[in-house]
């Protein structure tokens, strides 16, 4: 497979990721706590419909559609989300989650936008190239923002006192359980092996 054809499958594969955050970064918004990482949230949202015109813009000089690939990443890291808004915490301490879960999709279009800019790069895409670094810069503020805004709610999640009573786990926290010990599982012969 030719560079041009993987640039194309990742650029689909971003494509598809930041669609999936237009539909999900309101429900983040609406679900959180804080106003400044509610704001934070409403804000990258907006960025997020640009960095989509801008992919448009990429796939026009390219003469290829944008379609065609589904970011199963970011439907993981999204899902994550998901689960911090299900959590039965209050105050910063659902706040704290959210933040991690926002943090993980940053990182995730972080690394997609630093590779396929490299590829870009490659190729002498200029056009392309600046396209993207655009969209990896606006990430990689999102990102500084969001940790900005989590200091202080994690020293008060931190105040707040532990759970004295622990409250039963739905049947998704126990799923989740299982599959984590299965990993450790399926990783220990290779990580005895490595000492």
Do not use: W
Not at 98 to 117: C, K, P
């Amino acid at each position: 497979m030719a560079l041009n054809d993987v640039l194309v499958d990742e650029l689909r594969d971003m494509y598809s990721a930041e669609n999936q955050l237009v539909k999900a970064l309101p429900k983040l918004a609406k679900g959180a706590i804080n106003p400044q990482l509610k704001a934070l949230f409403t804000a990258h949202l907006e960025e997020t419909k640009g960095q989509v015109l801008r992919l448009k813009q990429v796939f026009e000089i390219l003469e290829e559609k944008p379609t065609g690939e589904h970011c199963n990443g970011m439907e993981g890291v999204i899902e994550e989300g998901a689960d911090a808004l299900e959590k039965d915490q209050e105050g910063p301490s659902f706040d704290s989650g959210l933040v991690g879960a926002a943090l993980r999709t940053e990182h995730y279009e972080i690394a997609g936008y630093t590779a396929t800019i490299a590829m870009a790069q490659a190729l002498g895409l200029k056009d392309v190239v600046s396209l993207l670094t655009q969209n990896l810069n606006e990430e990689l503020n999102a990102a500084k923002n969001i940790l900005a805004a989590a200091k202080p709610i994690l020293r008060e999640s931190a105040q707040q006192p532990e759970d004295q009573e622990k409250k039963p786990k739905t049947s998704k926290e126990k799923e989740s359980a299982r599959k984590s010990r299965e990993d450790e599982k399926k990783a220990a012969p290779t990580l005895r092996r490595n000492r």
